[in-house]
């Protein structure tokens, strides 16, 4: 970064040609940079200068890595935009070369870190209590929002200890191809969100009665199994049971049937666990060029750190890891994760193809508005998030998580939809970059959001919960912050820090991912 007389202007890497101007204003054409260089013409926040004279042709450099070829002639001190460039072929992934073992970095453990939580039978810990009531087809959504509205009136006051009750509403169950391949991926997801650490295993499935989708599978694999067969009665219900009599009959059974559950909820109590029972799901959305320079590097140092401490995170969204991959692959710890990164990424570009459509279609308007030109510029940036440690596994989209350590969960980019299903996944905290502002947040986990820059997060000061931007300002550097969002994590874990999103009351819809046809 170099910084004089107030000009902001960050180079990555030594060969980089182009560097992206921080100030919050941007900066006017005949301004001079690096001591020589004068801006031919006007560049806003967060876009990138050409360092150097670049010719037609000729690559276009950041993070030390090729982001474009010039389609004209570039000169010094010119804005290097969208226009002015074309987009490189992506990494071919026959031809990337596996891990060998001297190529992972070793990472010293830290110890001594610790979060008050959840600790359940399974152990996994949980980092809020809820009741989560899960439907087997959309249509009881609005009973179960209708049950959660009466428990939250009428019973939530009996229990101190239950923090929320949640419907974990979704649009899959009616109309589907239920035995077609892909199917796999929505039903496994909702089976597995049933098991998140914050449910303590006491989800309640709402069933219609003439869906496709068994309420009963939802449960197959809740790993604090019900022996107690009062239980086992109250776990699953049918609207259209033949012994409910109208809609008030049909609340009333649905709202007894949740008391057992509540009550073995109330008996959860925070106890001291270590960092170590941390599954974090990084994720960033409306990104922008300074994600990659401030709130990924941080994540991406917090990240070590939760690793270091024996915890486990997840980093995903395909699309922007795709083109960056080639520097993925080194990272995995064996030839078999290697290729599993690989078969995530081929799978994709199938997906993409069956759809006619190609990787071009991320990043988003807002992206480039934010100085990402195209998605191999994004995925650079999108990548650091994933720190340094080595790649121990990988998880198909709504598989859970059984390891400790990085792993990369294959999901859509969508903000949405990742956060699905990082949740089925397993992870009880949350933590989301973003440059050009969303109000994102989940109401099952406790969503930490990050700002890449400060022109952000100080005019959405009750949206963000933490300004990464002052690494571009110089004010912190990556390391601080990255011990900051570490020790944040850690609050929030304990529920001594609320986030931004939980205080408003801002949550978003969960989202399947259902790649497969609907009938
Ligand atoms: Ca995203």
């Known amino acids: 970064m170099t910084k004089s007389t107030n000009h902001i202007v960050i180079k990555i890497a030594e060969t980089d040609n182009v560097a992206v101007i921080a100030n919050s204003e941007g900066l006017p054409e005949g301004t001079i940079i690096n001591d020589d260089i004068r801006l031919l013409q006007n560049i806003p926040m967060g876009h990138k200068v050409a360092l150097l004279n670049i010719g037609l042709g000729e690559k276009i450099i950041r993070y030390g890595q090729v982001i474009g070829f010039a389609n004209r002639p570039i000169k010094a001190g010119e804005w290097v935009e969208e226009s002015k460039m074309l987009l490189p072929e992506p990494p071919d992934l026959n031809s990337i070369p596996m891990p060998d073992n001297k190529t992972l970095s070793e990472l010293k453990p830290i110890e001594g870190y610790t979060f008050l939580g959840y600790r359940n039978s399974d152990g996994s810990v949980g980092t809020k209590n809820i009741l989560g009531i899960t439907t087997s087809v959309q249509c009881v959504a609005g009973l179960a929002q209708y049950i959660v509205k009466k428990i939250k009136q009428k019973l939530l006051p009996k229990y101190p200890n239950v ?3 949640v419907a974990l509403n979704h649009s899959y169950g009616c109309g589907i191809a239920i035995n077609v391949p892909s199917a796999i991926i929505p039903i496994r997801t909702l089976q597995n969100i049933t098991t998140n650490p914050n449910f303590g295993g006491e989800v309640l499935v709402i069933g219609l009665g003439c869906e496709k989708l068994p309420p009963e599978s939802l449960l197959l694999q809740n790993g604090n ?8 009665f109250s ?8 012994s409910f009599y109208g809609f008030s009959g049909i609340v009333e059974a649905g709202v007894k049937r949740t008391e057992i559950h509540l009550k073995e909820l109330n008996k959860r109590k925070r106890e001291i ?4 029972d941390l599954v974090v799901g990084m994720q960033c959305g409306g990104s922008d060029a300074f994600s990659g320079i401030t709130s990924n590097p941080a994540a991406g140092y917090a990240a070590d750190l939760i690793v270091k401490a024996g915890g486990s995170v997840m980093f995903s969204e395909v699309t ?3 083109d960056a991959v080639h520097l993925l692959v080194p990272r995995t710890i064996n030839p078999e994760v290697g290729k599993a990164l690989l078969d995530e990424m081929k799978w994709y570009d199938n997906y993409l193809e069956q759809g006619q ?6 990043p988003t308007p807002g992206n480039k508005l934010g100085g990402l030109s195209n998605i191999v510029e994004k995925a650079l940036g999108s990548i650091v998030k994933s720190g340094t440690s080595p790649i121990v596994d990988v998880l198909g989209p709504g598989e859970k998580i059984h390891r400790k350590g990085l792993i990369f969960a294959a999901t859509p980019a969508s903000d949405f939809i990742c956060g699905t299903l990082q949740l089925a996944a397993g992870m009880n905290m949350h933590v989301f970059m973003t440059g050009r502002g969303t109000p994102y947040g989940l109401s099952m986990v406790p969503v930490i959001k990050v700002g890449s820059n400060s022109k952000l997060s100080k005019r959405w000061f009750d949206l963000i919960d933490l300004d990464a931007g002052k690494i571009a300002t110089g004010e912190k550097s990556i390391e601080e912050m990255g011990w900051e969002l570490f020790h944040l994590i850690l609050d929030v874990a304990s529920g001594k820090k609320e986030v931004a999103c939980d205080k408003l009351g801002l949550h978003n819809d969960l989202v399947l991912f259902n790649p ?3 009938t």
Do not use: I, W
């Open 163 to 165: 923090d929320d009750v």
């Open 225 to 232: 199994s019900k022996t107690n067969s009062d239980k086992k």
């Open 235 to 242: 776990n699953v219900f049918y609207m259209q049971d033949e």
């Open 273 to 276: 666990c270590p960092a170590a």
């Open 320 to 322: 922007e890891v795709r």
């Open 357 to 362: 459509a190609d990787r071009s279609a991320n």
């Open 516 to 518: 497969g046809p609907v």
